[in-house]
Each structure stands twice: as structure tokens, then as C-alpha cells.
């Protein structure tokens, strides 16, 4: 059974540094995975994402120099260190994984996702 269980939010001060942590099981972490964050009332949106066989990275324009994403293939995790905190980085981030991915940030192309991790930043 495929599962993204993702760790690491939490609360932080505006300037902060978090890292989340997502683990993958069941063979899928060959394909691309990704990034994605959502606040209530407004869709889920695109954050990061990394392809293994390219090692190809993207990011959504507001994160860019304050994000990266990067992963442990060796033991099946992506993570996405966050620096630079923002008030407006608040929001619940999803881990998604997808075996044909064209479009980072269509999430309809990704097959699996994780349950979500709360990211609180205060001013």
C-alpha cells in the first residue's frame, strides 16, 4: 500500500527556519514528487518539486531563495527546508507523489498524497 507520511511543521517566528520531512513507502518514490500547501477558503497550490531521474527542481515564484527541496533517495524522503519565514507561509503543506507528472503544479497529475502538516508563522 503506497503511503506519503509527512513530519516537521510546527510554529515558527517570521525569519525562522523549518524543515518537513516526507516518507514514502510502497515503490514510489521513483517519480516525481512534490510540495504543495493550502489555507482554508482557497485551493491547494503548488509549492516545490523535484524529479529523481533529472534531479530537475521547480518552485512557485513567492518561495523561490527561501525554500529548497531536496531527497534521500537512499531512504525513500523529501524534504522541504523553509527559511525565511513568512506570515504568509502559513498554511497546511502536502506531500504528493506522481509516476507521469508533464506539470508541477497540476495537482491532478499526482497519483498520492499525505495527510498534511500545519506550518503556523507569526509575525
Known amino acids: 500500500q503506497v503511503q506519503l507520511v509527512e513530519s516537521g511543521g510546527g510554529l515558527a517566528q517570521a525569519g525562522g527556519s523549518l524543515r518537513l520531512s516526507c516518507s514514502a513507502s510502497?515503490?514510489?518514490?521513483?517519480?516525481?514528487m512534490a510540495w504543495f500547501r493550502q489555507v482554508p477558503g482557497k485551493e491547494r497550490e503548488f509549492v516545490a518539486a523535484s524529479r529523481r531521474i533529472t534531479g530537475t527542481t521547480a518552485y512557485v515564484d513567492p518561495v523561490k531563495g527561501r525554500f529548497t527541496i531536496s531527497r534521500d533517495n537512499s531512504k525513500n524522503t523529501v524534504y522541504l527546508q523553509m527559511n525565511g519565514l513568512k506570515p504568509e507561509d502559513t498554511a497546511v503543506y502536502y506531500c504528493?507523489?506522481?509516476?507521469?507528472?508533464?506539470?508541477?503544479?497540476?495537482?491532478?497529475?499526482?497519483?498520492?498524497w499525505g495527510q498534511g502538516t500545519q506550518v503556523t508563522v507569526s509575525s
Open positions: 510502497g515503490g514510489i518514490f521513483a517519480i516525481t
Open positions: 504528493a507523489g506522481g509516476r507521469t507528472v508533464s506539470t508541477y503544479s497540476r495537482r491532478s497529475e499526482y497519483d498520492y
